[in-house]
């Protein structure tokens, strides 16, 4: 063995403290970049910020979230925005993003993370969010609720292992709701609908009735519409129908007193689709201040951690 050819080989070790520095941060730039790349393409962390999904995410918990499987996309933000830490905020930088194939199919009954699409008479979301429901109807399915009865299609939905209601009984039928989805529809959220969940091609009959329904879901998909003169305008143009251009799911939480969800806001545009989540891998009362440790540490539910999410 020839050791001064060994040594010849042998890659040197950084010698100035420039040189050093320059070998730490290249090193934390592969980091970052792998973290950025799996974050973005395979799975993600998602913070549970609300009990809309309780028993079957608590909030709080921290969960793994497939964004393979509906199919991935560059990064919706730019990295290192949209983090809340203590005080601490970073508010999200939006970047234009593109959608990769998927390798699953997006089923009922899935739990899903998605972009939210704004409140029920927000043209765009106030404020970059991400969101968790179970999806209960995709573009097509006839949504309605009966006595706090979930139906698709006509048939009773399957209930969601940990579905629960706060109230002993239902709001009264007679009594409708003015935040529901859609404005002036008179419905609550224990009798709704029925309601049919956009597909792209679906005609939606215009009458002067109808406008304050639609007015907000067809500004949303960059158009517009208003009565003028005895006549209906959409993009300024008389027109009896406007066609959908984009297909939509509906959400619902587990948790159904304490949910808003698209019984108040409306219908999910499907490439705002994120991700499923996999498992909860973090789990504690986030109601205590983060500088009370001990009481947070003694917060943290053992039992939960590392549990799938159905």
């Not at 933000?77 to 005080?87: H, K, R, S, W, Y």
């Not at 499907?270 to 499923?276: A, H, I, K, P, R």
């Amino acid at each position: 063995m020839n050791k001064d050819a060994d040594a010849k080989q042998a890659k040197p070790e950084p010698g100035t403290l420039k040189e050093r520095i320059l070998a730490g941060a290249k090193e934390i730039a592969i980091v970052l970049g792998l973290f950025i790349l799996i974050n973005n393409f395979v799975v993600a962390s998602f913070l549970v910020p609300t009990g809309s999904m309780e028993n079957e995410v608590m909030t709080g918990e921290l969960l793994f979230v497939n964004k393979f499987i509906y199919g991935p996309t560059t990064p919706r933000t730019v990295p290192l925005t949209g983090i809340e830490f203590g005080f601490l905020r970073i508010p999200p930088v939006r970047l234009p993003w593109v959608r990769f194939p998927a390798i699953g199919h997006l089923e009922r009954g899935d739990v899903i993370v998605f972009e939210f699409p704004g409140y029920r008479d927000e043209i765009r979301a106030a404020e970059f969010q991400f969101y968790l429901k179970r999806c209960v109807g995709v573009a097509g399915d006839t949504i309605r609720i009966v006595n706090r009865v979930l139906s698709v299609n006509g048939r009773p939905f399957p209930v969601p292992r940990n579905m629960k209601f706060d109230r002993p009984w239902p709001l009264p039928e007679e009594i409708p709701d003015d935040k529901i989805f859609p404005k002036g529809a008179p419905w609550n959220e224990d009798f709704y609908g029925p309601l049919i969940v956009p597909y792209k091609g679906m005609r939606i009959p215009l009458e002067q009735s109808t406008i304050e329904r639609w007015d907000t879901f067809i500004r949303r998909e960059g158009h517009s519409i208003r009565f003028e003169n005895g006549a209906l305008l959409l993009d300024g143009v008389p027109s009896a129908e406007y066609v959908v251009e984009r297909n939509y799911l509906f959400g619902m939480g587990d948790h159904r007193d304490n949910s808003l969800d698209g019984r108040y806001w409306g219908f999910i545009p499907e490439e705002n689709l994120v991700g499923t989540p996999i498992m909860v891998y973090w789990s504690w009362n986030t109601d205590i201040p983060l500088y009370n440790i001990p009481a947070r540490l003694g917060s943290i539910r053992w039992g939960r951690l590392f549990s799938f999410v159905r």
